[in-house]
């Protein structure tokens, strides 16, 4: 069935490294990907999306990169501030369908360390 | 510009009861969607509404029911509640009909359900 999953549950940086959050999906019918930020206390916050037409797209400090042959997805965040600190979520959605919904993976605890 | 409000912002009910959540989308906004977020099931699409019309649903039972006034405002209830029921309730609104990603959708701070 459809599922979004990520690896890792839980990450934790030291502020000013990169960060990588992965995300596995199965729907290979999915065209439109998106990642989500919430911080606790309030709704998800729209990061950064992209199209199965393309393989990368770079927002500010942000960079998607989808790699449709295994299925993945993945949100890089550089030079990561204790702002970033938050739950991220990956989420797909096939954009030509009648019946489209977004499915949203099950999030990843990112904390940085000052 | 306001952003997406929903109230009330935190509820309790008991089993068997219903409750109506509120949520006012961002000025000039015409779609709203709603979604429930649970520890377990992380977050799920329950319907999309736009121009007062439901566009889509989710895999939700008929007890999750909702409607949208000619104002954009949306009003979500769910009848009959049970134990699972209890969740965070998103609305998330955008200018047009999102339809799977046709406008970037701005998501409410929710409304935390507790049923008991």
């Known amino acids: 069935g459809e599922s979004v999953g990520l690896h890792l549950p839980t990450l934790s940086v030291q502020e000013g490294d990169n960060s990588i959050i992965n995300c596995a999906y199965s729907?290979?019918?999915?065209?439109?990907f998106i990642w989500y930020k919430q911080e606790s206390g309030k709704g998800p916050q729209f990061i950064i999306d992209?199209?199965?037409?393309?393989d990368k797209r770079q927002g500010q400090r942000v960079t998607v990169l989808l790699n449709k042959t295994v299925k993945h997805l993945s949100l890089q965040i550089a030079a990561t501030q204790p702002g970033d600190s938050a739950v991220y979520f990956c989420?797909?959605?096939?954009?030509?369908?009648?019946?489209?919904?977004?499915?949203f993976g099950k999030g990843t605890l990112l904390t940085v360390n000052p | 510009k306001a952003g997406v409000t929903q109230t009330p912002r935190y509820l309790i009910k008991t089993r068997g009861q219903q409750v109506t959540l509120s949520c006012s989308p961002i000025?000039?906004?015409?779609?709203v969607s709603w979604y429930q977020q649970t520890p377990g099931q992380g977050l799920q699409f329950l319907f999309e509404?736009?121009?007062?019309?439901?566009?889509n649903k989710g895999n939700f039972p008929g007890r999750f029911s909702g409607r949208q006034f000619s104002n954009s405002r949306s009003e979500m209830n769910v009848s009959t509640l049970e134990l699972g029921d209890s969740a965070l309730y998103l609305c998330?609104?955008?200018?047009?009909?999102?339809?799977?990603?046709?406008?970037?959708?701005?998501f409410g701070p929710g409304t935390r359900l507790l049923v008991l």
């Open positions: 998330a609104s955008s200018p047009t009909l999102w339809a799977g990603g046709g406008e970037t959708q701005y």
């Open positions: 729907n290979s019918a999915s065209d439109y």
């Open positions: 992209i199209r199965s037409n393309m």
């Open positions: 989420a797909e959605t096939n954009s030509g369908g009648s019946n489209y919904k977004l499915t």
């Open positions: 000025s000039g906004h015409r779609s």
């Open positions: 509404y736009f121009s007062e019309t439901q566009r």
